[in-house]
């Protein structure tokens, strides 16, 4: 894989797998993730961004820039020079309307932006204090609720799965640990919403299933469950998700 894309092929790639290492508790310790993170940080725009997921249709990538910062800070790494680059690149590029969206080489995205780009800009700032109560975030989460609203946006985001960057749109489960994390009310209305939906697709035996799957990278199928089968590791993401709401709130 050339170094000026990290993000392709999808699954395996050293972005998705650096996202997937942070999930799992490792750290800046381990020298193989750094050498991991350094690798992704050499493609680093002087401004801060990085290449699209198909740089020749988009020069920048929103998207993978909310997984960078996710794993650099889950990595114990928000303190790097090159995260608070990443940080402005945000705030700058910010649509009017809330969103974030690749800015264009030839591509021709939707004006107000992305929603599954937002979400992920958002997930990573959801791991950094700096951001709370930001107009940014106001902003963002604002945008990402009004495009939720159509009946199959609201579909898709009770399609619970890990990886989580396996389905390409945000979850409910996604979404809870987004407002969450940027410190927003169990009564602010995203998130009111999504702690209802998780709760509702909880089994009778307390788990959760796995509805997209199957994880297609041969070497780790037997490591998470098949579509249709309860998954240990949406059920760990679900409880964490509805501990942190409902802990935080009687606080």
Sequence with gaps: MGSHNMHSPHYRSTIYQLTLLADMGLNAR???????????????????????????????????IGLIVRFMNKFGLGDDPRVGRMYEWIEENQMPEGGWVGVKAIC????????????????????????????????????????MRSPKRR???????????????????KLAEICVGLGLSRGNRALKGSLHNILALQGNDGR??????????????????????????VTAKAMTALRR???????
């Design 30 to 64: 381990d020298k193989r993730v750094t050498k991991g993170v350094e690798a992704v940080l050499k493609t680093q725009r002087e401004d801060g961004g990085f290449p699209g997921h198909d740089p020749r249709r988009c020069a920048y990538g929103p998207y993978d």
């Design 245 to 251: 709401a409902y802990v935080k709130s009687r606080r």
């Design 208 to 233: 959760w299933i796995e509805q997209n799957g199957n994880y297609p990278v041969r070497e780790l199928k037997e490591f998470f469950p098949r579509k249709g089968q309860p998954s240990k590791w």
């Design 155 to 173: 579909w898709e985001t009770s399609k619970f799965s890990y990886p989580q960057f396996w389905n390409f749109w945000i979850d409910d489960i």
């Design 108 to 147: 021709n995205p939707r004006p107000q932006g992305c929603l599954n780009s937002t979400a992920n800009v958002l997930w990573g700032l959801a791991t950094s204090k700096n951001f709370i109560h930001k107009k940014v975030i106001r902003k963002g989460v604002d945008f990402i609720t009004r495009v």
